[in-house]
């Protein structure tokens, strides 16, 4: 297999790291905020415990508010803020105009609208370069698969630009920083596929894996999956062991953190979340939520049913189908894969069948219930890989020229996501264009055009923030024709 020039793939590096750096959400609430007021908290005061007002993900701990979500997120953010706080200092405050949410809809926790610094420095400098990575790995892996370049910048731009990860890389999701430590691992794998792994590799990689399910709970699904694929590789017990120990070593930290943050190894912020034992009481189009009713719990698990998959496929409001239509592409590629790629098209179809059940499993009440997000969130780990069968679509094949058409529709819909993601995040929840999002996004675009979040924050001007667009499009242009040429030339 031939190695990708190192041209083309610094190319494609600055190309996709540019579409998060534009696109940075300016603000967080209910997704970072609790990650990054804890991160603030143990630099500038030595201590993880937060105040009742500076999240709303919050865990009650002997009478303290701690952050309720996955540790791994907060730690990540640490060293970032303990090296930039003086720039971060320095840069004058704005209020995100597009922040104002009901406050009688909404409650007080959410209705902070200062522009989050740390939040663009960190995906400037650890979300977008990951992404960035992601796909310099992917478009690196289809041209040493015999892909010519042209093809190999299109898998890589479905599989990071076309499903849900671009949308949610401009801002500091812990999903999306989970997914990419993952695919990460699954993608230097496939770069060397032609040789085992060697037992140094093979911790780091179940180190990482490991690391993911302490950024995001919901990654031990990939992980495991990945984890399997990733010993089936493996040549030697002793190479397994390594894997393993790797594994077991990011398992036994996050066992420490929940001890020292919640009291037991296996206790987690979500079961003591302050609104179990406060009542958040939501009223959602006729019906009332309440957040300390068994039947209203986020993560209160049903069995699925084909009623719940077939609208979690194709439903109006977060059919998967619907904003990454490439999976159908990748589907068909997967199908036609030849043998030697059989153990990789049943990781990336067992993790989209593991997800979809899971999704499925969920409470009704609340999913498909109170529109907090953009699209499917939580299938978001599976989607790349089932977009990497783009790969294995003949030339000649009748869905290759599909295949172009639902890429272009995927990237268009999840870039225009990631434009407008802070006011998705900021309309009141019980709004009823949030129940067709895809007609509210389309209707966003068409009614105020193109624009860069973080500026609109500062109130530039529409001009501005045009010309802004115009020339990163320019300078995408050229990065693309850059990196066509150097992998002909290599």
Request: glycine share 8%.
């Amino acid at each position: 297999m031939k190695a990708a020039p190192r041209g083309f793939l610094a190319r494609v590096f600055l190309l996709f790291w540019l579409a998060p750096a534009l696109l940075v959400n300016p603000g967080g609430d209910v997704i970072s905020d609790a990650l990054l007021a804890t991160a603030v908290s143990v630099v500038d005061r030595g201590t993880v415990e937060l105040t009742p007002d500076s999240a709303i993900d919050l865990a009650v701990v002997g009478g303290r508010f701690v952050c309720g979500l996955e540790p791994g997120g907060w730690l990540a953010a640490v060293p970032y803020y303990a090296l930039l706080r003086g720039v971060i200092a320095a840069v004058p405050r704005a209020w995100d105009r597009t922040y104002k949410p009901d406050r009688a809809a909404v409650p007080p926790q959410v209705t902070r609208r200062e522009v989050y610094h740390l939040q663009v420095a960190l995906v400037w400098l650890l979300l977008a370069p990951l992404f960035a990575l992601t796909a310099a790995m992917v478009a690196a892996y289809a041209l040493r698969r015999g892909a010519p370049p042209a093809a190999a910048l299109g898998v890589a731009a479905a599989c990071a630009g076309g499903t849900l990860l671009a949308a949610y890389a401009p801002v500091y999701s812990r999903q999306a920083l989970a997914c990419l430590l993952a695919w990460g691992v699954v993608l230097a794998r496939l770069l060397r596929e032609e040789r085992p792994p060697e037992p140094g590799e093979a911790f780091a990689s179940g180190l990482v894996l490991g690391a993911a399910v302490m950024v995001n709970y919901q990654l031990v699904l990939l992980s495991a999956l990945a984890g399997l694929w990733y010993l089936a590789a493996c040549r030697g017990a002793g190479t397994r062991l390594a894997f393993a120990s790797g594994a077991a070593l990011a398992a036994a930290a996050l066992g420490v953190l929940h001890w020292r943050l919640y009291g037991g190894p296996f206790t987690t912020g979500y079961e003591l979340r302050w609104w179990l034992t406060r009542p958040l009481v939501i009223p959602y189009h006729g019906a009332v939520y309440r957040t300390d009713d068994p039947a209203h719990a986020v993560f209160a698990f049903r069995a699925p049913s084909l009623s719940r998959l077939a609208v979690q496929a194709a439903g109006r409001f977060r059919g998967v189908f619907l904003f990454c239509p490439v999976l159908l592409a990748g589907f068909a590629g997967w199908a036609a894969a030849p043998r030697r790629d059989r153990a990789t098209a049943l990781l990336a179809l067992g993790a989209f069948a593991a997800y979809m059940l899971f999704q499925a499993s969920l409470n009704p009440a609340y999913w498909p219930g109170v529109p907090f997000f953009f699209g499917p969130r939580y299938l978001m780990p599976a989607l790349p890989l089932v977009a990497l069968g783009l790969l294995h679509l003949d030339r000649r094949s009748r869905w290759l020229n599909a295949a172009l058409v639902l890429t272009a529709a995927s990237v268009l819909i999840n870039l225009s996501g990631a434009m407008y993601h802070d006011l998705f995040i900021a309309t009141p929840y019980d709004d009823a264009r949030l129940t067709r999002p895809l007609a509210y996004l389309a209707a966003l675009v068409l009614e105020r055009g193109p624009r860069v979040p973080l500026l609109d924050a500062y109130d530039a001007s529409r001009p501005a923030q045009w010309a802004l667009l115009a020339a990163a499009g320019l300078a995408a242009w050229r990065l693309t024709a850059g990196a066509l040429r150097e992998a002909r030339r290599g």
